[in-house]
């Protein structure tokens, strides 16, 4: 027996459930969310003042010395004078100021993209490697990332000695160069930022190689599968089907890598210590430390230092908004 739908006013349709003839199916009510409770907030308060005592502080006391003119004698116990934005106009007009700024940008991006392609690169054949080889590629990689950078910068700096440097005496005796006979690496700029980079990227390589990887260990294999089995190659299935999974984790590690070879200062500040010339090879880092504690224009260096807060903090806003973007997903 055919049961019919006796409500007053049922639209056709209804009675099997769905929606009326020709109406576009309602979205479902997107939930709510709820209001932010004061425990957390609670939680965070400690931490919080800590962290302003110890950053805050600084930075507040970093901005007021950027408008004043503060050298060695002030530090002594001189009043200091007000310049206000005097420094900052010094610095932006400064060409100096300007060399070393695009000399840090170029180097960074150079260390960032080599750094990415090279820490995919590894992630992909870690997941290919059996499991004897990825843990002796994994242990050498943590006791790469493990080294800190001042102990790195000497090794490497004993490497690429002019005298008694092992690059050298492959060069030569291995592959018959005998321009590389004591062939100085530090004092041409090209050469020094070719070792600072090969540097800064072995100690950065295994934070990429680790957090990709653990992002292609999360791939669907049947999404791989199904792509193999429609004909993809290895590059495409990375392009089409792995990239778009580990986009979110791509972006980040890049905004980090970013951030941490903009502000780089140990490993440039120790080579030019080994042989480098610190008027051809500053980075911001290194050039703020010149001007402020070995210059003792700390009114100048102050300036130069919040530039660099202000280029590094429009970077992490950029990183804060995706993490934000993507817990919203």
Known sequence: MTTV???????????????????PPSRPPRPRRRRGRPT?????T????????IVGWPLVQLLVTSFQEFGRAQVFGAPPEWVWFGNYADVLS?????SVLVRTVLFAGVCVITTMVLGTLIAVMMTRLNRGFRLLLTIGMLLAWAMPPLTSTVVWGW????????VNHVLVNAF???????????IEPLSFFLVAGVIIVWGAIPFVAFTLYAGLTQVPEEVLEAAQLDGAGGITRFRLVVFPFLKPIFLITAILQIIWDLKVFTQIFALQDIGGIRALTNTLGVYIYQTSIAGGDFGHGGAIAVI???????ISISYVRQVTREEEL
């Open 159 to 166: 490497m690429f000695d002019t005298d008694y440097g092992v």
């Open 46 to 53: 400690p931490a919080l003042i800590v962290l302003t005592l």
């Open 308 to 314: 660099t807060a202000v280029l590094l903090m429009s």
């Open 176 to 186: 018959g160069l005998d321009e590389y006979v004591q062939h100085s690496w530090l």
């Open 5 to 23: 739908d006796r409500r007053v006013g049922a639209a056709p349709g209804d009675a099997l459930g769905g929606h009326p003839a020709g109406a």
């Open 40 to 44: 957390p907030y609670a939680l965070l």
């Open 94 to 98: 400064d060409p100096v100021f300007w």
